[in-house]
């Protein structure tokens, strides 16, 4: 038998392995000061490799962005349904702050992306698609686990996660200048906010 790659499976593996040295210098450099040559040096390839699967940088970020929230909707869905009626949003917690030290960099990344989209109009219809598919997701997440589903969460899922993300982009801007900002890396604050809002757990999503 064969063990020679077809031309689909080539393209699928030199994609992989791009967006996998994309991933290595953006969070080396930054969003801004990387470049494709750089990329393209990191993974072995020329540019012209590069251009002929993505047109632009913001387009290689955009769709390693996309691959890591596909990962992490996985992982949130496996979660999810085992915890299912559950009420257990501590594990969602464990989960996000697993996702977060498995990830250093990362939220600073797509935070410096989205000053950048913020800018362009086209480039932010494009992440804001992306941005509302997690949310969505974080949505059903919390939907699911809570115990009463979505009518036991204190607000509806969707401005729920939205609140939980937001204040977890906040806080990793704090944590820049003062790293033991709201209690530190894993933001212990947001647990004692059950207390006055109900649960709230730390979303999952492209940030993490």
């Known amino acids: 038998m064969s063990s020679r790659l077809s ?6 593996r030199n994609r992989a392995l791009l967006l996998a040295a994309a991933r290595r ?3 080396a450099k930054g969003y801004y000061a990387a470049t494709l040559e750089q990329i393209a040096d990191e993974a072995g390839f020329s540019k012209g490799a590069v251009y002929s699967r993505f047109t632009s940088k913001a387009d290689m970020f955009l769709a390693l962005l996309e691959d890591r929230i596909a990962e992490r909707a996985a992982q949130n869905a496996e ?6 009626g559950s009420g257990d949003f501590g594990a969602v917690l464990d989960l996000a702050r697993r996702a977060e030290r498995g990830a250093p960099g990362w939220r600073l990344l797509v935070t410096e ?12 219809r494009r992440y804001a698609a992306l941005h509302a598919r997690t949310v969505d997701g974080v949505a059903g997440v ?20 939205e609140l ?10 704090e944590q820049l200048a003062n790293p033991d900002a709201l209690g530190g890396p894993g933001l212990p604050v947001l647990g004692r906010l059950s207390a006055w809002l109900g649960p709230v ?8």
């Open 79 to 84: 979660l999810a349904s085992r915890l299912a």
């Open 164 to 173: 939980v993300m937001a204040l977890e982009t906040g806080a990793a801007l």
């Open 25 to 27: 210098v953006f969070l």
């Open 201 to 208: 757990p730390v979303t999952t999503g492209e940030e993490a």
């Open 113 to 124: 992306f989205r000053i950048h989209a913020g800018r362009d109009p086209e480039l932010n």
């Open 142 to 161: 919390l939907a699911q686990v809570s115990e009463g589903g979505a009518a036991g969460l204190p607000v509806p899922p969707r401005q729920l996660a």
């Open 7 to 12: 031309r689909a499976e080539q393209n699928d």
